[in-house]
């Protein structure tokens, strides 16, 4: 998806991917690949389909938090939903994610925010028009 090969497959490759891309690339062009390779990942019409049926809405919120828990601990590891407040309402429309397995493995905060935070913000903004904050937490020191 990135165009960047390497000899390692599933999810090493994809961590192996992004230390490359993070060692040759500046911050601007890193997040720019990130974002092409996750456009790439979704045709065109599935991005309509979701935006016209799932407009921002409590349902919606709470459907990609769910959505969220069941079909990406592959990348972050294991997560859960909590609650938020959205005017003056409680929703289960957050994902809390104890331990980031991404951000373990390439152990850079910078990494996390340029290969992750930042594109897939944008990317699920831009093209679904769903709006979504990540807060990564720090490494511990060693």
């Not at 349902?59 to 609650?83: D, H, K, M, N, Q």
């Not at 994610?97 to 905060?109: A, D, G, H």
């Not at 925010?113 to 897939?120: D, E, F, H, M, R």
């Amino acid at each position: 998806m990135t165009g960047i090969k390497n000899g390692k497959h599933g999810y090493q490759g994809l961590i192996e991917a992004a230390v490359t891309i993070s060692r040759i690339f500046r911050l601007d062009t890193q997040c720019e690949i990130v974002a092409s390779a996750l456009e790439r990942a979704m045709p065109s019409y599935i991005v309509t389909m979701i935006k016209v049926m799932m407009p921002p809405s409590r349902f919606s919120r709470e459907y990609f938090a769910a959505f969220t828990t069941i079909f990406f601990p592959w990348l972050v590891g294991p997560c859960e939903v909590r609650e938020s407040e959205v005017d003056g309402t409680r929703e289960k429309n957050v994902v809390y994610i104890p331990k980031c397995r991404f951000l373990e493995s390439t152990n850079c905060v910078g990494m996390c925010t340029n290969l992750c935070k930042i594109p897939s913000q944008k990317f699920m903004q831009d093209s679904l028009g769903v709006s979504v904050y990540m807060s990564p937490s720090k490494l511990p020191l060693l």
